[in-house]
């Protein structure tokens, strides 16, 4: 039986614990006795699931897999989709577990969840506890319990106006402390791990806190996307309890700021993007976000690499759910039914022509603004436009406006819902991913699935996963005028049914699954864990 029975039981009444039963959503917020009675129960069933796991898996690599979102839970960007995808992949050849920040989104959808330990109070780092729990397919999951810190409305990253939190330092800092401490054998009795794989900024500092325990534990670091950091002022060292002489030009200090990300590419074993392409990218100054020096140093030292990532093989349109009628390549008869009901669905006009659509976070780096300058054109041409996601206001307001404008071709829907991104794929011609950058991507990936053809920028991961002229379309530079290019292309293509069904039957057999980006993991985790 886990210590931490014997432990939560005697902790019952301490203010955090008191806390975390009033906001389990619902899982622990009977009377006290009842509450003890479900915590034990509770525990006894995660030993078993856990032990039997491990003993499945006994000799195998033990990784701990720290992420800031999770699409089984809380999603706000494609890291969500490839932190539930990339360790599920791993979990035949390893034993990974996630870790993750308790949002109060996590408490309403994990199962089997119990107290494994507790992390003390660090520098202005609160006290917490840690929370082991299961995703639905039994993924191991364990939570940072610290209700100050992340049970708010809005966000992981900001409140409901679309700022970010004031004390991200802190509540990072948090995440990134337990995970070391996790890791290391320090909170979980029964549990540490042989290596971390940390993701983007906020999970930047644990190679770092390893690195200052005098630890001996490889850390992988991949960045999904340089261009969001993690900058806070140079107070923060103290505040996150990071040694004074971490804030150093070799170490944290970024331009007179502390800079997460910067903590993770200094100090991990080894530093992975998401594309190879990327990987090239970014160590040049264009690419680079003002890290293309300590970029190519890493990369002359072999250890920076990239690995494309995949899609979650469920995206099939041949037993999706989601669907108004499922289809396979070649079936156009059948995926024209979602194309009609997507046009219904969005209010559009009944029309011949090409139905555009961009699934994305309304950002600038995904080149909204080049979409809006080639929205008149498109319609004029005698196509409709769809539009979904979420991001800058200025963008939402004026994709709105372009609605507005012409209702019966373009469409627009703030948020993201994975049906609806599924039924938008669905029904498509072609998808517009237009990024000024782009590590990796995921809607290009779909939309192939799905036989949309993407018209993207030649640029990371977009240049790796579309075959121009063959897949979809390609364009050199991210401008108005090379979007053009592109969308005059797809529209003579559209015009050209035979060969139109050629790429799209060509697409849609391209293979985005994790198989081969899991194969490349395991083995720098396998070169990692060696010292290598």
């Known amino acids: 039986m886990r210590r931490s029975i014997k432990r939560y039981g005697q902790r019952a009444g301490s203010a955090l614990n008191a806390r975390f039963n009033l906001n389990t959503r619902g899982a622990l917020c009977a009377a006290p006795q009842l509450v003890r009675v479900r915590c034990i129960l509770s525990c006894l069933v995660g030993t078993f699931r856990v032990a039997t796991g491990s003993a499945q898996q006994q000799g195998t690599m033990r990784v701990l897999f720290a992420t800031p979102e999770l699409s089984d839970f809380v999603q706000v960007g494609g890291l969500a989709a490839v932190s539930a995808a990339l360790p599920r992949a791993l979990r035949p050849f390893s034993d990974i577990r996630i870790i993750m920040p308790g949002y109060p989104e996590v ?90 794989h940390a993701n983007d900024w906020q999970s930047g500092l644990i190679p770092g806190y390893v690195a200052w325990s005098g630890a001996q534990l490889p850390t992988i670091f ?91 093989e469920s995206w099939d349109p041949r037993n999706c759910a989601a669907l108004s009628q499922t289809f396979e390549a070649g079936d156009w008869r059948a995926r024209a039914v979602n194309t009609a009901e997507l046009r219904r669905q969005f209010g559009l006009a009944v029309s011949r022509g090409p139905l555009f659509a961009v699934v994305a976070r309304l950002v600038h ?62 029904g498509s011609d072609f998808t517009l991913v237009p990024s ?63 060969r139109f069904g050629a790429m799209r039957r060509a697409a849609m057999k391209q293979t985005f699954g994790w198989s081969a980006s899991a194969s490349s993991y395991l083995s720098l985790y396998r070169t990692a864990a060696s010292g290598a």
């Open 107 to 196: 408490f309403g959808k994990i199962a089997d969840f119990s107290i494994v330990g507790h992390c003390a109070a660090t520098a202005q780092l609160p006290a917490c506890s840690l929370g082991l729990g299961f995703a639905r397919d039994g993924l191991p999951t364990y939570v940072v319990i610290c209700p100050e810190l992340y049970e708010r409305r809005g966000t992981p990253y900001g409140n409901e106006r679309g700022e970010d939190w004031a004390d991200n330092d802190l509540r990072f800092a948090r995440f990134c402390l337990s995970a070391s401490l996790l890791a290391q054998g320090g909170v979980d009795p029964d549990w540490s791990a042989d290596l971390i």
């Open 222 to 312: 991949t960045i999904h996307n340089l261009a969001y950091q993690g900058l806070f002022e140079p107070t923060t060292v103290r505040k996150i309890g990071a040694p004074d002489a971490a804030f150093d030009i070799n170490g944290l200090e970024f331009y007179n700021k502390l800079s997460f990300i910067k903590a993770g590419i200094v100090y991990a074993s080894h530093v992975t993007t998401v594309s190879q392409t990327y990987a090239q990218e970014i160590t040049t100054p264009q690419f680079g976000c003002g890290l293309d020096g300590l970029l190519r140093k890493r990369a002359d030292e072999q250890k920076l690499s990239g690995i494309l990532n995949g899609i979650d």
């Open 365 to 426: 780096q995904k080149g909204v603004d080049l979409v809006l300058e080639a929205a008149e054109t498109i319609v004029d041409a005698g196509g409709q436009l769809i539009v979904t996601g979420k991001g800058e206001p200025r963008f939402e307001h004026a994709l709105l406006q372009a609605q507005q404008r012409r209702p019966q071709a373009v469409a627009v829907r703030i948020g993201f819902d994975d049906d609806a991104a599924r039924n938008i794929f669905a």
């Open 436 to 498: 000024r950058f782009e590590p990796c991507g995921l809607s290009q990936m779909y939309a192939q699935r799905f036989g949309s053809l993407p018209v993207g920028h030649r640029t990371g991961g977009l240049a790796e996963t579309i075959l121009d002229g063959e897949t979809g379309f390609l364009f050199r530079k991210a401008s108005t005028a090379s979007l053009l290019g592109g969308l005059c292309r797809a529209f003579s293509v559209f015009g050209a049914s035979e």
